[in-house]
C-alpha cells in the first residue's frame, strides 16, 4: 500500500521560504507525477505543481515564479519550495501521487495526510 | 483560464439518488475525475476517467459526462457518503490541472 508523508514547519514568517518534503513508502517514486496540492482554510483545492521522476516539473502558471519542486529518487523522497511567502499562502498542503489519465488529464490516487502552514510573523 | 463550477450543496434522502454536478468548458475536451473529502480528512480519489472507479470504491458511484457539465452519481445514498465533493480536470491552456469548488453532500 503506497502511503505519503509530508514534513516540514509549520509556521512560516511572511517574506520567507516555505519547504516541505514528501516521502513516498510502499511504492517506487518512478513513473508517476508527484505533486504538491494545497487547501486554504474552507477554500477548494489548488494544485501547486507536480515533479516526474526524472526531475522535469510543471508549475501552476500564477505561481511558477515562486515554485520549485525537486525529487530525490534515492530517498523516495520529493519536495516543495515557495519562496515570498504571505499570509494568502497559508493552508493545508497535500503531497499527491498523479497519474495521467486518457485525455492527458491529471488525477491523483494516493494522498498524504496533509500539513496546515501557517504564514504569520 | 477555464473554471470549474459546482453547487456549494447538495442534500439526497438516505438510499435515494444523487448527482453532483460539475460545469465547465475543459469537459468538452478532458475528461472529469472526483474526490471525496470528509472533515479533517485527505481527499480520496472516487472517479477518474470520467467513469472508472478505483479499486475500493463503491459501485453506487459512476461518473458521466454530457457537453461541458460532469456528474458524479450516487445510487443508494449511504450516510457514509456525506462529505465534501470536488471535481477535476485539466484547463484547457497551460494550467494543467484545476479543481472545482467543492459541493458539500449532506444525506438526510
Known amino acids: 500500500q503506497v502511503q505519503l508523508q509530508e514534513s516540514g514547519p509549520g509556521l512560516v514568517k511572511p517574506s520567507e521560504t516555505l519547504s516541505l518534503t514528501c516521502t513516498v513508502s510502499?511504492?517506487?517514486?518512478?513513473?508517476?507525477?508527484w505533486s504538491w496540492i494545497r487547501q486554504p482554510p474552507g477554500k477548494r483545492l489548488e494544485w501547486i505543481g507536480c515533479v516526474y521522476y526524472t526531475g522535469s516539473t510543471n508549475y501552476k502558471p500564477s505561481l511558477k515564479s515562486r515554485v520549485t519542486i525537486s525529487v530525490e529518487t534515492s530517498k523516495n523522497q520529493f519536495s516543495l519550495r515557495l519562496s515570498s511567502v504571505t499570509a494568502a499562502d497559508t493552508a493545508v498542503y497535500y503531497c499527491?501521487?498523479?497519474?495521467?489519465?486518457?485525455?492527458?488529464?491529471?488525477?491523483?490516487?494516493?494522498w498524504g495526510q496533509g500539513t496546515l502552514v501557517t504564514v504569520s510573523s | 483560464s477555464s473554471e470549474l463550477t459546482q453547487d456549494p450543496a447538495v442534500s439526497v434522502a438516505l438510499g435515494q439518488t444523487v448527482r453532483i454536478t460539475c460545469q465547465g468548458d475543459s469537459f468538452r475536451t478532458y475528461y472529469a475525475s472526483w474526490y471525496q473529502q470528509k472533515p479533517g480528512q485527505a481527499p480520496v480519489l472516487v472517479m477518474y476517467?470520467?467513469?472508472h472507479r478505483p479499486s475500493g470504491i463503491a459501485d453506487r458511484f459512476s461518473g458521466s459526462t454530457s457537453g461541458s457539465t460532469a456528474s458524479l452519481t450516487i445510487t443508494g445514498a449511504q450516510a457514509e457518503d456525506e462529505a465534501d465533493y470536488y471535481c477535476n480536470s485539466r484547463d484547457s491552456s497551460d494550467n494543467p490541472v484545476v479543481f472545482g469548488g467543492g459541493t458539500k453532500l449532506t444525506v438526510l
Open positions: 510502499g511504492g517506487s517514486i518512478g513513473s508517476y507525477y
Open positions: 499527491a501521487r498523479g497519474l495521467v489519465g486518457a485525455t492527458r488529464d491529471y488525477y491523483f490516487d494516493y
Open positions: 476517467d470520467k467513469n
